[in-house]
């Protein structure tokens, strides 16, 4: 049997609903072999992030050297890097190994304001790591802060995504989670040439912490099965949805999502 293999590359969520965390739940129920290089602790719980803690350079170093030495991943996902110098190693490695399918979360704020990149970081992610990228996944804060273009309408939308794909990207979805249309979400793809929108219903609930994480990784593990870029992008918008539904009420604040749910829904429709 032959098994696809996906690495993330991002920062641990003590609670559990984001960051590697969100990452390795969400390979494990994709049937994805997971990997992770660790690149900044979080003490975090629902409430929000209590502390950041960078690992010492040589530990994201040695930790991508390890990966490539013995497990060549099929898909690579990028999510928290918190500085210029990590999202520069990250770059640089992802190169010498010849990686490819490069899904770039540039994770930028919690959901509770707490920032999760220094501002000083967001040229490198520019000139480094998005013309490596196979996708980038930005929500529509993060479009606006990659661009400079101030996201009001669904045209601005597309303005900022034709702008990424020429930094280098080959596609962009940009999520509309921020600004939901009317009891829809709708997330904008561009690859490049053409326009496809993802819908899906908004679900009133306060328990969304770590969507972004859970989408970006559905979406690795998707193309890691060798699976194309609509293809993965529709199974990882219906992840999400399904655990967005039936979040689990944990914790006293945002609450995380339902890793779980769309394997036992596919498990009952059968
Ligand atoms: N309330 C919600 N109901 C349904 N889907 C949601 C909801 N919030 C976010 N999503 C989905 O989760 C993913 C992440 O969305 P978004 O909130 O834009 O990004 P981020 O979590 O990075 O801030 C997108 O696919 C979006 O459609
Ligand atoms: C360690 C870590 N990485 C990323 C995030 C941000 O996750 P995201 O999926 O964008 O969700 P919210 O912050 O909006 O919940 C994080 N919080 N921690």
């Given at each position: 049997?032959?098994?696809?293999?996906?690495?993330?590359?991002?920062?641990?969520?003590?609670?559990?609903?984001?960051?590697?965390?969100?990452?390795?739940?969400?390979?494990?129920?994709?049937?994805?072999?997971?990997?992770?290089?660790?690149t900044a602790v979080t003490s975090q719980n629902t409430l929000g992030v209590h502390g950041v803690y960078p690992v010492p350079i040589e530990?994201?170093?040695?930790?991508?050297?390890?990966?490539?030495?013995?497990?060549?991943?099929?898909?690579?996902?990028?999510?928290?890097?918190?500085?210029?110098?990590?999202?520069?190693?990250?770059?640089?490695?992802?190169?010498?190994?010849?990686?490819?399918?490069?899904?770039?979360?540039?994770?930028?704020?919690?959901?509770?304001?707490?920032?999760?990149?220094?501002?000083?970081?967001?040229?490198?992610?520019?000139?480094?790591?998005?013309?490596?990228?196979?996708?980038?996944?930005?929500?529509?804060?993060?479009?606006?802060?990659?661009?400079?273009?101030?996201?009001?309408?669904?045209?601005?939308?597309?303005?900022?995504?034709?702008?990424?794909?020429?930094?280098?990207?080959?596609?962009?979805?940009?999520?509309?989670?921020?600004?939901?249309?009317?009891?829809?979400?709708?997330?904008?793809?561009?690859?490049?040439?053409?326009?496809?929108?993802?819908?899906g219903n908004y679900v009133n609930t306060k328990h969304t912490h770590g969507t972004g994480c859970t989408f970006s990784a559905a979406l690795?593990?998707?193309?890691?099965?060798?699976?194309?870029?609509?293809?993965?992008?529709?199974?990882?918008?219906?992840?999400?949805?399904?655990?967005?539904?039936?979040?689990?009420?944990?914790?006293?604040?945002?609450?995380?999502?339902?890793?779980?749910?769309?394997?036992?829904?596919?498990?009952?429709?059968?």
């Amino acid at each position: 049997m032959t098994i696809g293999k996906a690495l993330t590359i991002a920062g641990s969520d003590s609670g559990g609903g984001a960051g590697i965390q969100a990452d390795l739940k969400t390979f494990q129920e994709l049937d994805v072999y997971g990997m992770s290089v660790i690149t900044a602790v979080t003490s975090q719980n629902t409430l929000g992030v209590h502390g950041v803690y960078p690992v010492p350079i040589e530990g994201v170093i040695s930790q991508l050297d390890a990966i490539a030495e013995d497990l060549s991943p099929d898909a690579v996902k990028t999510g928290m890097l918190f500085n210029q110098e990590i999202i520069q190693i990250v770059s640089n490695k992802v190169q010498k190994h010849g990686w490819e399918k490069i899904v770039v979360d540039p994770v930028m704020i919690a959901k509770g304001g707490h920032p999760l990149l220094e501002e000083s970081a967001i040229n490198a992610l520019i000139n480094d790591l998005i013309p490596l990228s196979f996708i980038v996944t930005p929500n529509i804060p993060e479009a606006e802060a990659i661009t400079g273009i101030e996201i009001k309408s669904f045209d601005d939308r597309k303005e900022a995504a034709k702008k990424i794909c020429q930094m280098g990207a080959k596609h962009v979805i940009i999520k509309g989670g921020h600004q939901p249309s009317g009891s829809e979400i709708i997330d904008l793809l561009f690859d490049g040439h053409d326009f496809y929108e993802f819908k899906g219903n908004y679900v009133n609930t306060k328990h969304t912490h770590g969507t972004g994480c859970t989408f970006s990784a559905a979406l690795t593990a998707e193309l890691a099965k060798g699976k194309d870029v609509i293809e993965a992008v529709k199974t990882a918008k219906e992840f999400i949805h399904l655990a967005v539904e039936n979040a689990l009420g944990i914790g006293g604040g945002h609450g995380p999502t339902n890793h779980w749910a769309y394997k036992r829904n596919l498990a009952a429709s059968k």
